[in-house]
């Protein structure tokens, strides 16, 4: 099991920044990569960025080279830098970890989940 709990979510101004942290404990020599995602009300879950234990990193189109995604070596913690804030990014933003494992030789990963940080951009 994996555990990962968020922090540093919270209410900005439009233009302003946040950085959010996850710390990971448990199993976390399993996991493969670290990611983001996020929720607002009415919509789905949709992926914002995420890094991989080699260190390669995506970001949804819509981040626009306002976010950066950052790890510890140890995939202990990951990190988003949040800048130039959008009304539009209001969400909760949700930590993830995926681990993967093979049935019967069939690649699989179990993805974990943290509770959770509301951002709220809003003048």
């Known amino acids: 099991q994996v555990q990962l709990v968020e922090s540093g979510g919270g209410l900005v101004q439009p233009g302003g920044s946040l950085r959010l942290s996850c710390a990971a404990s448990?199993?976390?020599?399993?996991?493969?990569?670290m990611g983001w995602y996020r929720q607002a009300p009415g919509k789905q879950r949709e992926l914002v960025a995420v890094?991989?234990?080699?260190?390669?990193?995506d970001y949804a189109d819509f981040v626009e080279d306002r976010f950066t995604i950052s790890r510890d070596n140890n995939m202990n913690a990951v990190y988003l830098q949040m800048n130039s804030l959008k009304p539009e990014d209001t969400a909760v933003y949700y930590c993830?970890?995926?681990?993967?494992?093979?049935?019967?030789?069939?690649?699989?990963?179990?993805?974990?989940w943290g509770q959770g940080t509301q951002v709220t951009v809003s003048s």
């Open positions: 993830n970890a995926e681990s993967p494992y093979y049935t019967d030789g069939i690649p699989r990963a179990t993805m974990y």
């Open positions: 890094i991989r234990r080699g260190g390669s990193a």
């Open positions: 448990g199993r976390i020599f399993s996991i493969t990569a």
